[in-house]
């Protein structure tokens, strides 16, 4: 017999809230309804999937090779028992979208009015995340689609990329601190340099620049992937940051921030449109989608 739905949702709860208990509890279903699920399906499947302790349980190697595959189809069916109930008249539909903070200071808030004005009863969801945590639910099917900025398109076959825009980038030190008075990169060796871009490319990068100066790397490279507090450490103390324009615009609206002309000009950023490859989209995610293409394509 074949693995059945019931099954592959208990194991994912599992994984999710991390004991058998914790799943009963998030399924509405009793404990003994969840172990008999999960047995089942080890019997269906052949391996063992649960490792079984005083403590609690944990996942086998096979667990984990079955879970993505099992949140992905689990995630499908919900979006098909949905959009059936949008077709039905009972359910407005849903649309959840990924992004970085790029994303969030220039296409999608201009999308998102368009989108709203069309579908207002649509439910939306906006999840600001690291790039390798967007790509890991686009992978598993949480998310319809991810704004992301980067330059270069992820090299992930899972995916698919489309550029919606380029963006200058600029590198910036505090006005009020030591470091506004710098002339020369060789001013800036000592210099915290901070840097959200989750690839560690960016080091390399900096790397390069000094040794074309015939300068060794800056010996302190910070990496923050959380704006907030990128934005928190740049205005507290003396550091290096390179940033798109369009957030050093936003930044830098009371002038606490000074561009440093006198280096070499950071390579663009450009914004992505990701999805999963093969992905079935929704109407809603669709129509959004739309309202994001349209937009890029005036810029």
């Known amino acids: 017999m074949g693995m059945k739905l019931h099954q592959l949702r208990a194991l994912v709860a ?10 009963a509890r998030a399924l509405f279903v009793s404990q003994p309804a969840i172990t008999k699920a999960i047995r089942e399906l080890e019997a269906d499947v052949g391996v063992t999937l649960l490792g079984r302790s005083v403590s609690g349980v944990t996942l086998m190697p096979a667990a984990k090779s079955l879970l993505q595959r099992a949140r992905l189809i689990v995630h499908e069916i919900e979006r098909a028992e949905e959009q059936m109930g949008v077709e ?32 207002p009863q649509v439910k939306a969801e906006f999840l600001e995340q690291p790039v390798s945590k967007l790509l890991d639910s686009l992978r598993q099917g949480t998310l319809d689609f991810a704004l992301i900025s980067a330059s270069r398109a992820p090299a992930d076959t899972s995916v698919h990329s489309t550029e919606l825009a380029t963006y200058s980038a600029v590198f910036v030190v505090r006005e009020n601190g030591l470091l506004a ?11 915290e340099w901070l840097y959200i871009d989750p690839s560690d490319t960016y080091p390399l990068y900096i ?29 507290t103390c003396d550091s290096v940051i390179s940033w798109p324009s369009p957030i050093f615009e936003v930044v830098n609206a009371t002038g606490q921030f000074r561009k440093l002309d006198f280096i070499e000009k950071p390579a663009d950023v450009k914004l992505f449109l990701i999805q999963r490859e093969g992905a079935i989209i929704t109407r809603p995610a669709e129509y959004f989608i739309r309202c994001v293409m349209d937009l890029a394509k005036i810029l």
């Open 181 to 191: 008075k710098a002339t020369s990169l060789k001013d800036l060796s000592d210099a």
């Open 14 to 23: 599992v994984a999710d809230y991390g004991s058998i208990i914790g799943a």
């Open 207 to 235: 790397a390069e620049l000094f040794k074309r100066s015939g300068l060794p790397a800056p010996h302190r490279m910070t990496k923050c992937t959380s704006q907030a507090l990128l934005f928190g450490i740049a205005l």
């Open 88 to 119: 039905r008249g009972i359910q407005e539909g849903r649309v959840t979208i990924g992004l970085t903070a790029l994303a969030a200071l220039t296409l999608l808030p201009s999308a998102y009015a368009r989108f709203r004005q069309d579908m």
